[in-house]
């Protein structure tokens, strides 16, 4: 229950490691944010940037993944 999360940054990796079944369309937002994480660690990698516009899509998306995610926690909690 401790125990640390392990150094990946692959958020579909590291979903799978979790007891949570993640639904399908929260699977594919999670290996399109992948895509960011790689940009951050390597700058050279010919990442192209997105616009404004496709940022706040992304975070959109990324909000209700983290809401999900939030609630399925929340809720097994309050079974511990």
Avoid: C
């Avoid at 700058?43 to 706040?56: C, L, N, R, Y």
């Avoid at 998306?61 to 926690?73: D, I, K, N, P, Y």
Wanted: cysteine-free; proline content about 5%; glycine content about 4%.
């Amino acid at each position: 229950m401790n125990d640390l999360a392990p150094r990946i940054h692959n958020l579909i990796r590291l979903s799978e490691l979790t007891s949570i079944t993640f639904k399908r369309p929260y699977i594919g937002i999670l290996a399109e944010l992948n895509a960011f994480n790689l940009e951050g660690r390597y700058p050279d990698s010919g990442f192209v940037p997105i616009t404004s516009k496709e940022a706040m899509d992304y975070l959109k998306r990324a909000e209700e993944v983290f809401q999900w995610l939030t609630h399925q926690l929340k809720s097994r909690l309050k079974t511990i």
